[in-house]
């Protein structure tokens, strides 16, 4: 949902305020994260994240509000990235941007948890999206999140 500039997300903005009176409903943020994540989100979900950044609490988002709310979002979906990277690193083959196999059974060793090779290509199979055997980082991502 979050936009990369901040006329991304006036854009944004502006599309979800289906009535046009310059703020947005926990109803009209529903009908936008149904649209663009592909399922029902809970009308207390909703409720409960415009009310998270709800300054004035009027129960509907202005536009400040809503731009505070993404770029909050946008900056915890970096930390949470950046984290992901470091723990990437520490499965990766050494200068191959990939977890292999055997990278990943080292790592698992070094934790104290043993796998075999054919395990860990197992492991691996589960959310090789691209099927090249190994994990790239958008696919570790993929995983961590499941």
Known sequence: ?????????RTLFATMDT?????????????????TLGEDVPAEEAE????????????MLC???FLK??????????????GL??????????GEGCITPASLGRMLGKLGNERGI????????????DGDGVFSFDEFKIMMSA
């Open 19 to 35: 009535d046009a009176n310059g703020r947005i409903s926990a109803a009209e943020m529903r009908v936008c994260m149904r649209a």
């Open 118 to 129: 054919g395990e860990c290509r197992a492991m691996i199979c589960r959310f090789d999206l």
């Open 69 to 82: 709310l993404a770029l909050h979002c946008d900056a915890e979906d970096e930390d949470r990235t950046k």
């Open 1 to 9: 949902m979050v936009a990369s500039s901040s006329s991304e997300l």
């Open 48 to 59: 409960a994240l415009v009310a998270s950044a709800d300054a004035d609490g009027d129960g």
């Open 85 to 94: 990277r470091e723990a990437f690193g520490m499965y990766e083959m050494e």
């Open 63 to 65: 536009e400040d509000e």
